[in-house]
């Protein structure tokens, strides 16, 4: 079983839809980033939190510590928004720099 | 504009080459990252560096090796390219501490024939 894991792993989705995508791990974490990945093959990191939520234009990402779970949301989703979202763990007291990757959740947003 | 980037960004070789991947930063950042990502895998660290003359392995064995000579620049190196070396290769970059984000580059994809 992977520490990070996310679902679903594949999304489709009409314009305009909430999106939520999940994002559960194992160990415990010093900060969760959700960071986002175009078919070109480059990532943009969309939030970094260790508590509460965040909030950035049509995006909102939640977490939660004691149930180790982290929620990323899509408020009136466009086809813009289709693109993998990957949630990265970064392991409390773990080697510098190594975050936990989940496989990543493939959002489709259809006009 | 600070950023971090990587040349070239897509790279087709022939077995036997040797390779270098390029990847360098202008934030100034301590710690910097090598990523492979395999289609539709996630990404697993095989190199990392906290700063000049600082190289460590990562999680995922591999027979690249990096050089950190300057802050801003961060080399992977293949000295004898194989198919099995085709993949995404990705580098990163973040503050010292581990309360910051990291910035990605957009990556080189790399296939070996």
């Known amino acids: 079983k992977n520490e990070v894991e996310q679902s679903p792993q594949n999304l489709t989705a009409q314009e305009g839809e909430f999106i939520t995508i999940n994002c559960s791990y194992s160990v415990g974490i010093s900060a969760l980033h959700w960071l986002q990945q175009h078919p070109g093959g480059g990532i943009v990191s969309l939030f970094m939190l260790s508590s509460g939520k965040k909030k950035h234009g049509r995006l909102i990402a939640t977490i939660n510590i004691q149930e180790k779970h982290s929620s990323l949301h899509i408020t009136a989703s466009h086809p813009r928004d289709s693109a993998v979202y990957i949630c990265?763990?970064?392991?409390?007291?773990?080697?510098?720099?190594?975050?936990?990757f989940g496989k990543g959740t493939k959002l489709s947003v259809k006009p | 504009e600070a950023d971090i980037y990587q040349t070239p960004r897509y790279l087709v070789i022939g077995t036997g080459k040797k390779i270098t991947l390029e990847c360098s930063q202008t934030?100034?950042?301590?710690?910097m990252y090598w990523y492979q990502q395999d289609p539709g895998m996630e990404l697993h660290l095989i190199h990392y560096s906290y700063g000049v003359n600082s190289t460590e392995k990562g999680d995922l064995s591999s027979e690249s090796t990096v050089s950190r000579i300057r802050t801003e620049h961060f080399p992977l190196t293949l000295e004898s390219a194989r198919p099995s070396h085709t993949s995404q290769y990705l580098c990163?970059?973040?503050?010292?501490?581990?309360?910051?984000?990291?910035?990605f580059g957009s990556g080189t994809r790399l296939t070996v024939v």
């Open positions: 990163a970059s973040s503050e010292f501490g581990e309360a910051y984000g990291y910035t």
């Open positions: 934030m100034g950042h301590d710690k």
């Open positions: 990265a763990a970064h392991r409390y007291g773990g080697s510098q720099g190594n975050l936990i």
